[in-house]
């Protein structure tokens, strides 16, 4: 069975870093894409950043370029979203997902999605 569980939301200041985590079981880092999303109350869901093991290509949203890096964990499964210079739109809940796939390009159709974790951005 396939799951992918997020964890590493909280409460930071503007300015300030968190670091999501993604734990993937049941399928292959090196055969699948993982995709980082958020959805803000009110407002569509958004591609955030995605990444491939196999090819190690990597996508981010203009949003997000130059604060937030991905990264793969191949030997513990896991993916990372390091989050600096974090601002108080970047408030949401961020989910991680899943999709068989060797290469990323933003706009991947997921297949295994998270529960999802809480980031706040607020003074």
């Known amino acids: 069975q396939v799951r992918v569980v997020e964890s590493g939301g909280g409460l930071v200041q503007p300015g300030g870093s968190l670091r999501l985590s993604c734990v993937a079981s049941g399928l292959s880092l090196a055969q699948h894409v993982i995709g980082w999303f958020r959805q803000a109350p009110g407002k569509e869901r958004e591609g955030v950043s995605s990444?491939?093991?196999?090819?190690?290509?990597?996508y981010y949203a203009d949003s997000v370029k130059g604060r937030f890096t991905i990264s793969t964990d191949s030997a513990r499964n896991t993916v990372y979203l390091q989050m600096n210079s974090l601002k108080p739109e970047d408030t949401a809940v961020y989910y991680c997902?899943?999709?068989?796939?060797?290469?990323?390009?933003?706009?991947?159709?997921?297949?295994?999605w998270g529960q999802g974790t809480q980031v706040t951005v607020s003074s």
């Open positions: 997902a899943a999709v068989l796939a060797y290469h990323c390009s933003g706009v991947e159709d997921y297949d295994y």
């Open positions: 990444a491939s093991s196999s090819d190690g290509s990597t």
